[in-house]
């Protein structure tokens, strides 16, 4: 899952972004939880900014419930990507539509642990006030 192949897309700094890469940002946008869940492993800790730790499939999908009704979309661009040993980084530039027709993009560094070809450790690194400013 986690293999460069020739169908990659680019990212905007020429690097390859593996086509499993684009499909699991594109099943983010999607703002559907079944599909995103299906990269992590049943214990996976997920990680938004400076916020708890959430584990497991089920605790993911209830804090992604909450997070996804504050939002009308929400679409990404994939910076970069790279990758050693079971470590990904993945540099986005993120738009969230708010409800209240705000649009709000911010950076962020995703860091994937991986175990085998599903994700243990999600991590976002990013800053969340401007969603919070209204």
């Not at 972004?17 to 079944?34: C, E, H, Q, Y």
């Not at 299906?38 to 992604?64: C, M, N």
């Not at 909450?66 to 990404?76: C, D, Q, T």
């Amino acid at each position: 899952m986690n293999e460069t192949t020739e169908k990659d897309t680019e990212s905007t700094t020429g690097s390859s972004v593996p086509d499993w890469i684009t499909a699991l940002f594109r099943d983010i946008d999607s703002m559907d939880a079944d599909a995103f869940l299906e990269y992590l492993t049943d214990d996976a800790v997920f990680i938004y900014g400076s916020g708890k730790p959430v584990t497991g499939k089920e605790s993911i999908r209830v804090f992604l419930g909450a997070f996804y009704s504050n939002l009308a979309a929400i679409r990404h661009l994939i910076i970069g990507v790279w990758q050693m040993d079971e470590a990904i980084f993945i540099q986005t530039k993120c738009t969230y539509s708010m409800k209240d027709d705000r649009e709000i993009t911010i950076p962020a560094l995703n860091l994937f642990n991986m175990k085998g070809n599903l994700i243990k450790d999600y991590l976002i690194y990013a800053d969340p006030t401007p969603m919070l400013v209204g």
